[in-house]
Structure formats: C-alpha cells, structure tokens
C-alpha cells in the first residue's frame, strides 16, 4: 500500500511521529526506524519540537510532543459537550446546587458547559468564564494527575499543597471551601478520557450555608456517579467511532 500523500515533507514528518509512537528515541533510532537520512530526521524532528508535536525526555531523547494531547482533546470536545448537558442537569437536579464542567487551558480553568440551580442563592458560573488554577476544587483535579513536573510547578502560589493532592488522587474527588471566593464551597471530580487521562472536572459549587465546611460529604458520591457516567459515555462514543 503506498502511503505517499505526494507532499514529500509531511510524509517525511508523518514518519517521525509514527516512530515515535512505539517510544523515546534517539536520533539514530530515528534514523533506523524511519529510514530517513541523519541531517533530514534531525532537521524534522526539531522542526517538529518547535511546534510542540514532538519533545525531548530526561535523556535528550525525542517523544511525541504535548500538542498531539492537545488536539486529541479538541477532538474529543464536541463529544465531550454534548454528553455533559444532560449529565450536568441531573446532577444540579440532586444535589441542589450548580454543576459546571471545567477544562484547563494553559494556566486558566474554563467553564466550558453549566447547569444552574434555577432559584434562590447560587455561585453562578458563566460558560466560557476563566477561573484561577491556583485555587479551587476543579483546579484541583485537573493538576491532581498532571506529569510530575508540570504539577510542581502548578504549586506555586497554589491554595493547596502537595499532600493534598495525593489525597485526591486516592480519593478520586476534591473539595474546597472558601480557597476561590468567600462564602462558596465545591466539590470535583475527573472526567477521564478513553486512554485515562483526565481530560476534565465535573464540580457542584454553591454557598457554604448550604454545601457545608464538608461539602465532599454531602456531594462527592453524586459528583463521582456523574463523572463516571461521562467518562464512560466517551469511552463508549471511541468505540463506536472506532468501529464504522
């Protein structure tokens, strides 16, 4: 089968990636899986790194590059957005309170879908709204499972420590209670995608009179089921995309 596109540079590119897929490699590993001449897989692969598709590990090697994750999750969104609006109203309908799901990007948190409670006393998060990652129970989740270096560095100025967010990924939720706002209190739980990365968080958010200084308590076993029914319901949308 010939896979040529007829655009030499990208077939050329679309062979490093492809090499890449199987792990780290050196650029003599490069070289030997791909079949390319040195100067042309170097030249490549740095080309490469500069846009982020491919990056360098400890040892200098070359791996695929965080963008590919990136556009993996843009690509999975719609999927992801039309699967929460039902998930969210239920999930305001038994707990009470406003549901939002949140996606990080870059050093912000934003409120990408939302359910609000219809009356009384609210935190009322707009869609599209951009929230601190310092600070809060989603902000939370999504550092919880970050790559080690990328969490450490999302600790400084944090609300929250180290410790605490070893508790959470044995718990698989988070809770806050005044760390974003005064008065309001959260609690989060991770929306994994296919591969199990969380790709998302899935929070009930309203005053503390009502949610309580647990409010993980009161909550967490709801927020859990919700993020749980998402997550499963993309698995499900991957296979079925798989399959036609």
């Known amino acids: 089968m010939d896979n040529s596109s007829g655009v030499g540079v990208l077939d050329k590119a679309a062979l490093v990636l492809s090499a890449l897929e199987a792990g780290p490699a050196s650029l003599a590993g490069l070289v030997a899986a791909t079949g390319l001449a040195r100067p042309t897989a170097h030249r490549l692969a ?12 400890m040892q ?8 590919l994750g990136e556009l993996s999750s843009a690509a999975g969104e719609d999927r992801l957005l039309a699967a929460a609006g039902p998930i969210l109203a ?7 309170e406003s549901a939002q799901l949140f996606r990080r990007q870059g050093d912000y948190r934003v409120c990408v879908a939302a359910a609000e409670r219809p009356s009384g006393l609210r935190d009322s998060i707009p869609i599209g709204s951009q929230l601190t990652m310092l600070a ?56 994994r995608s296919p591969s199990g990365k969380v790709i998302a968080a899935v929070s009930v958010s309203g005053p503390l009179e009502r949610m309580s200084r647990q409010p993980g308590r009161m909550h967490a076993p709801a927020v859990l089921a919700a993020t749980e029914r998402l997550t499963e319901s993309l698995r499900r949308a991957a296979t079925d995309a798989a399959t036609k």
């Open 46 to 57: 740095v080309a490469l790194e500069h846009h982020r598709l491919v990056a360098r590990d």
């Open 90 to 96: 239920r999930l305001r309908d038994i707990t009470g």
């Open 136 to 191: 809060g129970s989603a902000a939370q989740i999504l550092l919880a499972w970050e790559e080690p270096d990328r969490l450490h560095r999302g600790l400084h100025g944090a609300a929250f420590n180290a410790a605490a967010l070893a508790s959470i990924r044995r718990r698989g939720w988070a809770q806050s209670v005044g760390e974003r706002e005064p008065g309001v209190a959260s609690v989060s739980a991770g929306v």
């Open 60 to 67: 200098g090697r070359f791996t695929l590059g965080p963008r």
